[in-house]
T-cell receptor
């Protein structure tokens, strides 16, 4: 079974802090994704990566950056956290961007105070 | 703009009935179709995927795809209270510069004992 592990289930940070969310997958997948999920807005893609050191902007990249130094690890960085970034953050990985499904981690519920 | 539309619900069915969940998509080039189940506060979990027109069955679940009409549906037979969750439809256009999944906002299903 695919295992996608997110470093924290719950996280509370303060406005202006730099926040790191970590994601690790154990299936040697090429593709990794970061989403946020908010009530009424569904899943929105923040960034994705299809190879080590490669990254592409998704639909809502503003205020975020990512890092992929190793194939199994994809990090999401909130450069200066703001209250409107309070959300559920979901990491996913897939073998093939188009034909294969994405497998999700358990999610991180992030609160910015 | 590629879109995936789902009725938000809630869809309420009695225990033992068939639940029918529908999804329409706008991109005629879409090739792969996925259904995810998401319990409240949890991450999406893959239930089924379908690539070809017609029906695909897996236990109590049947996915139906009609590319000409651009819809995909999920039938749940013998619905159980444990099936109560939000069901997300995801569609991918395999090709071009993206090829990522586009998620609908989900249909909330409630199965009454």
């Amino acid at each position: 079974d695919v295992k996608v592990t997110q470093s924290s289930r719950y996280l509370v940070k303060r406005t202006g802090e730099k926040v790191f969310l970590e994601c690790v997958q154990d299936m040697d997948h090429e593709n990794m994704f970061w989403y946020r999920q908010d009530p009424g807005l569904g899943l929105r893609l923040i960034y994705f990566s299809y190879d080590v050191k490669m990254k592409e902007k998704g639909d809502i990249p503003e205020g975020y950056s990512v890092s992929r130094e190793k194939k199994e690890r994809f990090s999401l960085i909130l450069e200066s956290a703001s209250t409107n970034q309070t959300s559920m953050y979901l990491c996913a990985s897939s073998l093939d961007r188009g034909a294969q499904p994405q497998h999700f981690g358990d999610g991180t519920r992030l609160s910015i105070l | 703009q590629k879109e995936v539309e789902q009725n938000s619900g809630p869809l309420s069915v009695p225990e033992g009935a068939i639940a029918s969940l529908n999804c329409t998509y706008s991109d005629r080039g879409s090739q792969s179709f996925f259904w995810y189940r998401q319990y409240s506060g949890k991450s999406p979990e893959l239930i089924m995927f379908i690539y070809s027109n017609g029906d695909k069955e897996d236990g109590r679940f049947t996915a139906q795809l009609n590319k000409a009409s651009q819809y995909v549906s999920l039938l749940i037979r013998d619905s159980q209270p444990s099936d109560s969750a939000t069901y997300l439809c995801a569609v991918t256009h395999y090709g071009g510069s993206q090829g990522n999944l586009i998620f609908g906002k989900g249909t909330k299903l409630s199965v009454k004992p």
